[in-house]
């Protein structure tokens, strides 16, 4: 076997004279490609295309253990200025794409692990595909999570290979396909277990069969008079926020004109970018190349794609917490299994963990256990993979597990003295190196630990409803916490694919902090007389996932109230007189079919928006302009250690608009925006006056 080395690539020729380029970053822990890498690449391509290289067929393969190619490195890109400089770089990619699709020999992409972005969009470049089926194989486009959208010829080559559906589906949503699922879709040409990857490559570079030809029906969506129509109706889907699943459900999107638009192009511009691509130029030709390249260009320079960009390095600043710990729990045991205990135990069943579910009684547990074998048979495509995870989930009235347990987890209701009667049995039983937890969303540790002969052990691990969904930990440390406990808190979060945001304790920690003034902002305005309908239109259109009005009845209004009682104890403040009679009527929100509104199928039933005199715009600065007066207050007293980490802990604890950046970015965009303003007599109106104004 003969063998020639570049520095990021390795090249081997075997007895079949099939080519295997292995590509193995120099420097680094993941593959990721840059102008240095693709330049190296470039030079075999050449190699190949000029005769000095003469293999039968190409294999690519990755030299990482942890995945084939994490996408293009995007660090590249921050340090762009000029939009002609951002398309200079991104046509150079697909330039040497475009050589990789022209070889005269087969080429195949190996897949172990993640395959992403620029790694996908290489692959796509080759003849063929084929991938491991194994659990942490993941193929997919997210360019649109970055605000962007494929670059490197992926919005051409997919929708070529697969047709336009559902090539749009995967690169609108930045879904990372299941290697079973993309060889369903069509994205790869063979999924198959580890020991017969290499055997599959060898077999698609050597025998080059016939690949299935594109349905009839993806044609036609491709044709120029159909483009339009469909382009109108991925807009709305977009817009919407919706996935259709069905073309009834497609046309009343289409036809529907009164749905609430949550996705406009002035905040993420990238996905309406790629469809107006697709519906002028069809993926079809070197100007559809040219046209995505110039779109990536200018979309890397929009204020929307610095912001997610920058979350997304924060994001991996969350990631690399406690990343050196050496703590391996392999127990966790939970107590209280309502709703934010039962989805506590049932997500660490998921990764892996044993579980000891503690209540009371045994009727306690049993809607926890209900809801856990939904998530498994949602969550797990394979049955035995479902009875695993329920098998790992234990009920455990008597508390038998707390013995064995590497972490124990307090989720009961939020009472001071219940708690701290609960720790001060823990600590007797519980073996002394387990991490002693708490979920409390606003009792400070201080208060609780007090119950404690060794406070030290205690440390907050508060989670976020829906837990399965909701992506940070707040791990909560006091004065008296000891630091290896906060980092084994913080290094079990990640062991369970969470982010662990680590936070003072102080009332209410960080996210809750600073959501209940604007909360409460809204809920003062619903006093007042204004809509609740158009108070959340006002949040949706600044951003926001769901207004403020339906998130408390999401979250609870009898937990909204707890937690605005504990914070105005410490802090002051108006509680709003409508959360607290709806309470007392017992009508709780949506898990009691009422509150603010009523649920039919567990949909908020809301009243029509005024015809007039809202000025929504006005709105959202009042309730934002809480958060930011209450983020600025956490930052002074130090609940959090920078900005940054306040800025992604409000992103992914409460969905605070990311084309925004957080909070703290916003403000600091808005501040540059303002201008310099020397006032000679007073205003006319007061602030106040001017909210007032909103309403007719």
């Given at each position: ?62 030299g ?22 951002a ?28 395959c ?21 194989t ?8 970055l605000g ?17 559906a ?68 991925l ?31 002035e ?24 046209n995505?390249?110039?779109?990536v260009?200018?979309l890397?320079?929009?204020n ?18 406690a ?39 045994p009727k ?11 998530l ?8 035995r ?19 064995k347990?590497?972490?124990?987890i ?97 009332p ?5 902090r ?13 006093d ?57 009527a ?9 509150g ?13 928006m ?28 130090g ?39 020397v006032?000679?007599?007073p ?14």
């Amino acid at each position: 076997m003969e063998q020639q080395n570049y520095k990021n690539w390795h090249l081997t020729t075997d007895e079949k004279n099939i080519l295997w380029v292995t590509f193995d970053r120099a420097d680094s822990s993941v593959n990721s490609l840059n102008r240095e890498v693709l330049e190296e690449f470039e030079h075999i391509l050449n190699d190949i295309q000029q005769g000095k290289l003469k293999p039968a067929a190409m294999i690519i393969k990755s030299g990482k253990t942890n995945g084939f190619i994490a996408g293009a490195d995007i660090q590249q890109f921050t340090k762009i200025t000029d939009v002609n400089e951002a398309f200079d770089l991104v046509r150079k990619g697909q330039l040497v794409f475009d050589k990789l699709a022209n070889l005269p020999i087969t080429t195949v992409s190996m897949i172990e692990g993640f395959c992403m972005g620029g790694g996908t969009e290489m692959s796509l470049a080759c003849k063929y595909r084929v991938a491991e089926d194994g659990n942490k194989t993941r193929i997919g486009l997210p360019e649109i999570l970055l605000g962007i959208h494929p670059g490197w010829g992926g919005t051409v080559r997919l929708v070529q290979l697969i047709g336009p559906a559902k090539a749009m589906d995967i690169m609108l949503t930045g879904r990372a396909l299941p290697a079973r699922t993309a060889a369903k879709l069509g994205v790869i040409d063979a999924a198959v277990p580890k020991r017969q990857l290499e055997r599959a490559a060898r077999y698609y570079a050597l025998e080059k069969p016939a690949r299935k030809p594109l349905h009839w029906m993806s044609k036609v969506s491709n044709l120029p008079f159909m483009r339009p129509v469909l382009g109108y109706m991925l807009r709305r889907v977009v817009e919407t926020r919706e996935t259709p699943r069905n073309p009834l459900q497609q046309l009343n999107i289409l036809f529907n004109r009164n749905l609430e638009i949550k996705t406009t192009p002035e905040q993420y511009p990238a996905p309406f970018a790629m469809i107006n691509l697709w519906v002028e130029d069809g993926a079809n030709g070197e100007k559809a190349y040219i046209n995505e390249a110039k779109s990536v260009g200018k979309l890397l320079l929009t204020n929307t794609s610095r912001n997610l960009v920058r979350v997304f390095n924060l994001q991996d600043r969350l990631k690399s917490m406690a990343k050196n710990v050496d703590f391996k729990p392999q127990h966790v045991h939970v107590i209280g299994a309502g709703t934010m205990g039962g989805d506590i135990a049932a997500w660490c069943a998921v990764r892996g963990l044993t579980v000891t579910l503690q209540d009371r009684e045994p009727k306690f547990l049993t809607g926890a256990i209900k809801r856990a074998n939904k998530l498994f048979k949602d969550r797990f495509k394979l049955p035995r993979e479902a009875q695993a995870a329920m098998d790992r989930l234990i009920p455990d009235v008597d508390g038998m597990g707390i013995a064995k347990a590497d972490v124990i987890i307090e989720a009961i209701y939020e009472n001071l003295e219940a708690k701290q009667a609960l720790f001060a049995d823990l600590e007797k039983r519980a073996k002394p190196t387990a991490i002693l937890a708490t979920n409390t969303s606003s009792i400070p540790l201080d208060e609780i630990s007090t119950a404690l002969k060794d406070p030290s052990r205690l440390v907050g691990i508060h989670f976020f409803n829906p837990v399965a969904k909701m992506q940070l930990v707040e791990v909560v440390q006091s004065d008296k916490t000891n630091k290896a406990v906060v980092d084994k808190a913080m290094a079990f979060v990640r062991k369970i694919d969470r982010l662990p945001l680590p936070v003072k304790s102080s009332p209410g920690f960080l996210v809750n902090r600073i959501l209940m003034p604007y909360l409460n902002e809204a809920m003062i305005m619903l006093d007042e007389g204004i809509s609740p309908t158009a108070i959340d239109r006002a949040a949706v259109e600044f951003g926001m996932p769901m207004g403020p009005i339906e998130l408390a009845d999401t979250v609870g209004l009898d937990v909204c109230l707890s937690v605005a009682k504990n914070l105005s104890g410490h802090f002051g403040g108006k509680i709003p007189l409508r959360l607290q009679q709806l309470v007392e009527a017992g009508k709780l929100g949506r898990k009691t079919d009422a509150g603010f509104y009523t649920y039919k199928n567990g949909r908020p039933i809301k009243p029509a928006m005024p015809k007039t005199g809202v000025n929504t715009s006005a709105l959202a600065d009042r309730m934002i302009g809480k958060m930011l007066d209450e983020a600025q207050k956490c930052l002074k007293e130090g609940v959090v250690a920078d900005a940054d980490l306040l800025d992604v802990g409000m992103i992914f604890g409460t969905g605070f608009a990311p084309f925004r950046g957080g909070p703290m970015q916003y403000l600091k965009t808005q501040q540059a925006q303002m201008p310099l303003v020397v006032e000679t007599a007073p205003c006319c109106d007061t602030h106040e006056d001017k909210v007032k104004d909103t309403v007719a």
